[in-house]
């Protein structure tokens, strides 16, 4: 089984819905990342989770929201979709608690919002 | 925020070619990480490399993180070694626009 899960794996929505991806990992990590990733570029962050009490925005936190109802889990959320939310997302996982952070990623969720 | 350069931004080789791919930064960082997106888009971390040397098979990278750059060597390449290659820097995971290396058989 995959260590980081992603859900659903594609989804495709209309302008002004209101969505959740889930993201579960089972490698036991403190921390958790949600990414969007745009054609032809790199990574960009959206929050990150240091713990479970703990939420910080990233580069491109407008638009969207995080819960982190869990060690395990960490849900993205987009309260009215638009048409540039269109995207690959990534949620990633780290410990920071050894001496690397190696991050490590989910399989990825594609949006369309039409 | 910190600025993420790479180079090139494509290459392609024949198989069984060596490669270097430069990754620059523009302040000092505590993480530094490269990873491989394969052609269907699942990313792998290569390496945690804030400073110093690391191998890993065919692979290795160095960051001299006084000079601000990060290389990454791929020796002997495969076909399987295509895709974009990216490095990402310091807490906020800062990334670059990634190098794209098509290896032909």
């Known amino acids: 089984d995959a260590d980081v899960t992603q859900t659903p794996r594609n989804r495709i929505t209309k302008t002004g819905k209101r969505i959740m991806l889930e993201c579960s990992q089972t490698?036991?990590?403190?921390?958790m990342y949600w990414y969007r990733q745009d054609p032809g570029l790199g990574l960009r962050l959206i929050y990150y989770?240091?713990?479970?009490?703990?939420?910080n925005k990233g580069e491109i936190s407008d638009g969207y929201s995080v819960s982190r109802q869990a060690q395990a889990k960490f849900s993205l959320s987009l309260e009215s979709a638009i048409p540039n939310q269109t995207a690959l997302y990534f949620c990633?996982?780290?410990?920071?608690?050894?001496?690397?952070?190696?991050?490590?990623f989910g399989p990825g969720t594609r949006l369309l919002v039409l | 925020g910190i600025q993420v350069e790479q180079s090139p931004p494509d290459l392609i080789l024949q198989e069984g070619a060596n490669s270097t791919l430069r990754c620059n930064f523009s302040?000092?960082?505590?993480?530094l990480q490269w990873f491989h997106q394969n052609p269907w888009g699942q990313l792998i971390n290569l390496f945690y490399?804030?400073?110093g040397t690391k191998q890993n098979g065919r692979l290795s990278a160095t960051t001299v993180a006084t000079e601000r750059y990060s290389l990454l060597y791929i020796s002997s390449s495969q076909t399987t070694d295509s895709g974009v290659y990216f490095c990402?820097?310091?807490?906020?995971?800062?990334f670059g626009a990634g190098t794209r290396l098509t290896v032909k058989p």
């Open positions: 989770s240091f713990d479970v009490k703990d939420i």
């Open positions: 990402a820097v310091d807490y906020d995971m800062r």
């Open positions: 302040d000092s960082v505590n993480n």
């Open positions: 490698k036991g990590h403190d921390r």
């Open positions: 490399i804030p400073s």
């Open positions: 990633a996982t780290s410990d920071h608690r050894g001496s690397e952070g190696t991050q490590y």
